[in-house]
């Protein structure tokens, strides 16, 4: 509990002993019927300090990576398949990295989606090749 002490011989204020306490001097205000009202306020100052998290960004990192060289060696299927878990689990398990791992899922899972489309377009061609024979 902290004291606050009003200065009422208009002199320079005295602060107290504890420098986490906030002193206020009552400012002199004039009340509309023209005697003077003295109002003690008390001062409340608050720090907030936000921190963004600086938590690991390894998967996400990786992720990005893998998704970028993905378009350009997404022909081996397991590297963007890598890439797509990371991203995930990086979002899931670090948020200081979000941006990085939602990169690394959305060019990974469009190289997925691309072999995907490849893979059942190959398998109807092979089914249309042996209703044929």
Request: aromatic share 6%; hydrophobic share 45%; glycine share 12%.
């Amino acid at each position: 509990m902290h004291t606050h002490r009003v200065n009422t011989d208009n002199q320079t204020p005295q602060y107290p002993q504890d420098p986490t306490a906030v002193q206020a001097e009552a400012p002199q205000y004039p009340h509309p019927n023209g005697s003077s009202l003295a109002t003690e306020q008390q001062s409340s100052h608050q720090v907030t300090i936000v921190r963004q998290s600086t938590g690991p960004k390894g998967m996400s990192i990786a992720s990005m990576v893998i998704g970028l060289v993905s378009i350009f060696l997404g022909f081996t299927f397991i590297l963007p398949l890598i890439g797509f878990i990371l991203g995930v689990v990086g979002l899931k398990k670090e948020p200081a990295g979000r941006g990085m791992a939602i990169t690394g899922v959305v060019l990974s899972g469009l190289i997925l989606a691309i072999w995907v489309v490849l893979i059942f377009s190959g398998i109807g061609l092979v089914g249309l090749g042996l209703s044929s024979q």
